[in-house]
């Protein structure tokens, strides 16, 4: 099985907060609110994004790249989770 079908309700919440977070800045477009409230609403957007991102990239590597071949033991293991590590931190 592969990880989003395992972690699909997770995701799809995520992909709804996301979806929730970007209606509220078109309401804030349409409403001709602040534009420092529009750009804290974007700012938000983009972090979500982000975070749903890294969520998919650590599923993927984890599952196609460690899971499947070398286990966590591994030095190739604690590479990946290095790499891991500084895409999260990217994507922050």
Do not use: P, W
């Amino acid at each position: 099985m592969a990880h989003t079908i395992r972690d699909k309700k997770k995701l799809l919440n995520r992909v709804r907060r996301v979806r929730g977070q970007i209606e509220a800045v078109e309401r804030l477009l349409e409403n001709e609110k602040d534009c420092t409230e529009i750009l804290q609403q974007i700012a938000a957007c983009r972090g979500s994004i982000n975070s749903l991102m890294s969520e998919v990239l650590e599923g993927h590597i984890r599952f196609h790249l460690v899971e499947r071949k070398d286990g966590r033991n591994s030095h190739k293991g604690s590479a990946v989770e290095e790499v891991i590590g500084i895409a999260k931190s990217y994507l922050k």
